[in-house]
C-alpha cells in the first residue's frame, strides 16, 4: 500500500515545489525497468532483515516503489508482528491489520493496492509499534519526506509515539540534500535504500 493521488483534499494548498519535486522523480521512476525492480527488492530485503523491532508498521509496494512483499516475510520470519495500512473511505489516518503472509491480503479501495484482511486495530495502533517503514518519493538530509501528496501519512504519524523509529524506504539516488517543507511534516529518523541499507537522520549533525 502506498500514498495515492486519489481522495487528494489537504488541509491547505501546498508550495509549488513540491509538485515540481513530484513531477521530476515520478518520470524518473517511469525510467526504472524490471531488472532493477529486482535486484533492489533482493537488497531490501537484505538490508530489512538486520532491523530487529517486536512490531513494524510496513506497506505492499506499489507499481515503481522499491521493494516487494518479500519484505515483509523476512520481517516476520525475524520475528516482528507486521501491521499494514487499509485506506480509509474518505480521507483520514490510515487503519492497520496485521500481516500474517501472502493469502491474507487482498484487493482494497485502490485497484493494485494490496491490504491485509484480518481485524481492523484502528489508526491509534499506531502508538504501539515500534519502527514505521513507509513510503516516499524522496528525503531530504533533515529527515523530511516527500510523499505521492494524499496525506494519508501525513494525518497518520502524529499518532505514533515520540520513540518511534520512522523509516523511509527509498532509492539510493532519492536521498537528496533538501526537500521543501511545511509546518505539518513529520521528520524521518533513518532512510531505507538498497545501496546504503539503513541511513541514520539528519546528516551533517
Same mark, same amino acid.
Given at each position: 500500500?502506498?500514498?495515492?493521488?486519489?481522495?487528494?483534499?489537504?488541509?491547505?494548498?501546498?508550495?509549488?515545489?513540491?509538485?515540481?519535486?513530484?513531477?521530476?522523480?515520478?518520470?524518473?521512476?517511469?525510467?526504472?525497468?524490471?531488472?532493477?525492480?529486482?535486484?533492489?527488492?533482493?537488497?531490501?530485503?537484505?538490508?530489512?532483515?538486520?532491523?530487529?523491532?517486536?512490531?513494524?508498521?510496513?506497506?505492499?509496494?506499489?507499481? !515503481?516503489? &522499491?521493494? $516487494?512483499?518479500?519484505?515483509? #516475510?523476512?520481517?516476520?520470519?525475524?520475528?516482528?508482528?507486521? /501491521?499494514? =495500512?487499509?485506506?480509509?473511505?474518505?480521507?483520514?489516518?490510515?487503519?492497520?491489520?496485521?500481516?500474517?503472509?501472502?493469502?491474507?491480503?487482498?484487493?482494497?479501495?485502490?485497484?493494485?493496492?494490496?491490504?491485509?484482511?484480518?481485524?481492523?486495530?484502528?489508526?491509534?495502533?499506531?502508538?504501539?509499534?515500534?519502527?514505521?517503514?513507509?513510503?516516499?518519493?524522496?528525503?531530504?538530509?533533515?529527515?523530511?519526506?516527500?510523499?505521492?501528496?494524499?496525506?494519508?501519512?501525513?494525518? !497518520?504519524? &502524529?499518532? $505514533?509515539?515520540?520513540?518511534? #523509529?520512522?523509516?523511509?524506504?527509498?532509492?539510493?539516488?532519492? /536521498?537528496? =540534500?533538501?526537500?521543501?517543507?511545511?509546518?505539518?511534516?513529520?521528520?524521518?529518523?533513518?532512510?531505507?535504500?538498497?545501496?546504503?541499507?539503513?541511513?541514520?537522520?539528519?546528516?551533517?549533525?
Amino acid at each position: 500500500m502506498t500514498d495515492t493521488d486519489n481522495d487528494r483534499p489537504r488541509r491547505v494548498p501546498e508550495p509549488a515545489g513540491k509538485a515540481r519535486w513530484r513531477a521530476e522523480l515520478a518520470a524518473r521512476r517511469a525510467a526504472i525497468g524490471p531488472g532493477q525492480q529486482v535486484s533492489e527488492a533482493h537488497a531490501l530485503a537484505g538490508k530489512v532483515a538486520e532491523l530487529t523491532a517486536g512490531t513494524v508498521c510496513c506497506y505492499v509496494p506499489f507499481g !515503481s516503489e &522499491p521493494g $516487494a512483499i518479500t519484505l515483509l #516475510d523476512v520481517l516476520r520470519e525475524a520475528g516482528a508482528r507486521v /501491521l499494514l =495500512p487499509i485506506v480509509p473511505p474518505a480521507p483520514g489516518p490510515l487503519d492497520w491489520a496485521e500481516y500474517t503472509g501472502t493469502s491474507s491480503l487482498v484487493t482494497g479501495r485502490f485497484k493494485g493496492v494490496l491490504e491485509p484482511d484480518g481485524p481492523r486495530l484502528g489508526p491509534r495502533a499506531l502508538a504501539t509499534v515500534d519502527r514505521i517503514l513507509l513510503p516516499a518519493l524522496a528525503v531530504d538530509h533533515s529527515g523530511v519526506r516527500l510523499g505521492r501528496g494524499a496525506g494519508y501519512y501525513d494525518r !497518520s504519524l &502524529p499518532l $505514533a509515539a515520540a520513540t518511534t #523509529d520512522l523509516v523511509a524506504v527509498i532509492r539510493d539516488t532519492e /536521498l537528496v =540534500p533538501s526537500l521543501p517543507a511545511e509546518s505539518h511534516d513529520v521528520r524521518m529518523n533513518a532512510a531505507l535504500t538498497p545501496g546504503e541499507g539503513l541511513i541514520r537522520l539528519p546528516l551533517g549533525n
